[in-house]
């Protein structure tokens, strides 16, 4: 090679290296930043990665503050919809992971026994539907509670100290998440400003 060509390839190997990182990967929209801040992976964590890829659903409500929106995404994985577990995270703005909890596909499967009519077992593909339907409606306007624990409201000490419930209860800015797993386990989550994350402060139903 002669030391023109040698020069020219040194010169668009240099150009290419210099691309901004941006440039080469564009930032999906409203995607939360891929510097998000994870927990210390468990076991069950990472055999979860492992598993096929099956569903994606995120949508974007304010919680952690009254400011910018946080990301509600739940991820179904497994050999299949009715059998697989779903990862349900909750990431900042500013890519902090707040939540994170794994359940079954069967835990949102559950409350279909009171869509069923009489000695009708649904089909393989109505579950699949059913599940589905689940993720993409788990994150609703209605579900948003402001504030999150009213003045009437009795604290659950199993779930949170007495101390937690009461300055969250005096924040009248807090803003409370509600969901349903299994038939009648409801659950209610806020963050917590001390501990930087979401914390379970309640239940309904059952």
């Not at 096929?52 to 497994?78: A, C, I, M």
């Not at 349900?88 to 026994?113: H, K, P, W």
């Amino acid at each position: 090679m002669n030391t023109s060509r040698y020069l020219y390839f040194l010169l668009l190997a240099w150009v290419c290296g210099c691309q901004p990182a941006h440039e080469k990967n564009p930032p999906e929209e409203n995607q939360p930043p891929t510097t998000a801040t994870l927990p210390p992976s468990s076991k069950e964590s990472k055999e979860f990665q492992k598993m096929p890829l099956l569903h994606v659903v995120q949508r974007t409500h304010q919680f952690s503050s009254k400011g910018e929106p946080d990301y509600f995404r739940l991820t179904l994985r497994g050999d299949s919809v009715t059998a697989g577990q779903v990862e349900f995270v909750i990431t900042t703005r500013t890519g902090q992971q707040i939540y994170q909890e794994l359940f079954s596909a069967a835990d949102l499967e559950a409350n279909m026994v009171y869509t069923l009519k009489q000695n009708t077992p649904p089909t393989a593909a109505e579950r699949e539907t059913y599940i589905l339907n689940r993720m993409n409606e788990f994150v609703q306007d209605a579900n948003f509670l402001t504030p999150a624990i009213s003045q009437g409201a009795t604290p659950d000490t199993s779930l949170v100290k007495l101390s937690t419930w009461r300055e969250l209860q005096a924040n009248k800015g807090t803003i409370g998440f509600k969901y349903l797993l299994g038939k009648e386990d409801g659950r209610l989550l806020v963050y917590d400003p001390k501990q930087q994350k979401a914390i379970r402060y309640g239940s309904f139903g059952g």
